[in-house]
Structures are given as C-alpha cells and as structure tokens.
T-cell receptor
Framework: AQTVTQSQPEMSVQEAETVTLSCTYDTSESNYYLFWYKQPPSRQMILVIRQEAYKQQNATENRFSVNFQKAAKSFSLKISDSQLGDTAMYFCAFNAGGGNKLTFGTGTQLKVEL | NAGVTQTPKFQVLKTGQSMTLQCAQD?????MSWYRQDPGMGLRLIHYSVGAGITDQGEVPNGYNVSRSTTEDFPLRLLSAAPSQTSVYFC????????????????FGAGSRLTVL
C-alpha cells in the first residue's frame, strides 16, 4: 500500500517570502502521479499542481513549483512571493499509475502573516 | 457548469439514525468517490466507482454503503449512524484515474459536515 507523509502540521511565512512544504511517499510502483491540493477556510479543495513521475522536469504553476526527487521519494511544494490568500491547508496526494485511488497525506496548515 | 454538488451541507443525526449524503456531477465523469476528512488524518477514501453499476471499497468503508445507478449520481448511505462517523465528507469526481491520457485530477464538492450525537 502507498503511504504519504507530511511531517509539518503547521507552518507560517511572512507575506512576500518563500516557503517550502515537505511531502514524502512510499511506493513500489514505477509509474505514478503526485499532487498538491489546497483547502482554504472555505473548505473547497483546489488543485495546486501535479507531477508525473516519468517526467524529470519539475512542475511549475506561476508562484508554485515542486522539487520532485524520485530516488528519495520526496515531493516538496515551494510557494514564492507568498500572499495572504495562500493561507490554507495543503495536502500532498499520490496516485499509482494503474490504481483507482488517490491517497492523501495528513496536511500542512500554512498561515501567511503580514 | 455546476461541477460536483453535495447535499446537505450540514446535518446533525442521533446515534442509530440513517441518512443519505447526495452527490451529483454534470461533467460526465466516469470516476466518483467519497472521502471523509478528520483533524490530523487528512482525507481518507471511503468508497469509489469507476462507472455506473461498479463500486468498490476504499480505506475506511465500514458503516457506509454506496450505489451508482447513473453516471451523474453517487449517494453515500449511513444505515445506522455512530458518533465515530462525525466528520466532513467530500465527494470527488474525475474522467478517470487510469489511462495514459488521464490527468487524474479530482474535482471536489464543497463538502458536507455531519455530526452524530
């Protein structure tokens, strides 16, 4: 079974600064997909970024980028120029290439402060 | 497009009561799923479906039933509610979580907060 671990329950960052959220996973699969989802206080789950394991290039979406280290099974999320609207719970998630399940980590609560 | 619609948004039950959480999507997604979210535990998969007439268990299926009679609807039934089922429930859908062309991105509903007394 796949597991996803987020070891930082809470983090804070100053507005305009950069912050990195950690995620590690455990799998024996060679083909898989990784995701970061954001859950603001509204409770709505929103996709932030996705990464395909077979792609060596790290995914980027505007201020959001990932550091995907396949050998280390690490998938961290970097948020640049943090904004107050980035305050949210962030979940790392994993999908095995041949699987019908998306496995989530326990989440990191990020607070962006003035 | 409405996306994924969940009803009700809030519900309070007494132990032993039954209820159904409704989930409907208008995106013609084949894949639908139910998660529960509890503090410190992230989202855990309850049941999922890869198409009409096909359902399967997730990580925490006990106490919940599902059926998929149409592509659009995927209700979650609690037959005899227990306090341990107090949680926030999310329905999510996707075209597919398999296949080379699938982006495997889930679209979530707004969630349903259930309290069992």
């Amino acid at each position: 079974a796949q597991t996803v671990t987020q070891s930082q329950p809470e983090m804070s960052v100053q507005e305009a600064e950069t912050v990195t959220l950690s995620c590690t996973y455990d799998t024996s699969e060679s083909n898989y997909y990784l995701f970061w989802y954001k859950q603001p206080p509204s409770r709505q789950m929103i996709l932030v970024i996705r990464q395909e394991a077979y792609k060596q290039q790290n995914a980027t979406e505007n201020r959001f980028s990932v550091n995907f280290q396949k050998a280390a099974k690490s998938f961290s999320l970097k948020i640049s120029d943090s904004q107050l609207g980035d305050t949210a719970m962030y979940f790392c998630a994993f999908n095995a290439g041949g699987g019908n399940k998306l496995t989530f980590g326990t989440g990191t609560q990020l607070k962006v402060e003035l | 497009n409405a996306g994924v619609t969940q009803t009700p948004k809030f519900q309070v039950l007494k132990t032993g009561q039954s209820m159904t959480l409704q989930c409907a999507q208008d995106m013609n997604h084949e894949y639908m799923s139910w998660y529960r979210q509890d503090p410190g535990m992230g989202l855990r998969l309850i049941h999922y479906s890869v198409g009409a007439g096909i359902t399967d268990q997730g990580e925490v299926p006990n106490g919940y039933n599902v059926s998929r009679s149409t592509t659009e609807d995927f209700p979650l039934r609690l037959l005899s509610a227990a306090p341990s089922q107090t949680s926030v429930y999310f329905c999510a859908s996707s075209y597919s979580l398999q296949g080379a062309n699938s982006k495997r991105v889930l679209t979530f509903g707004a969630g349903s907060r259930l309290t069992v007394l």
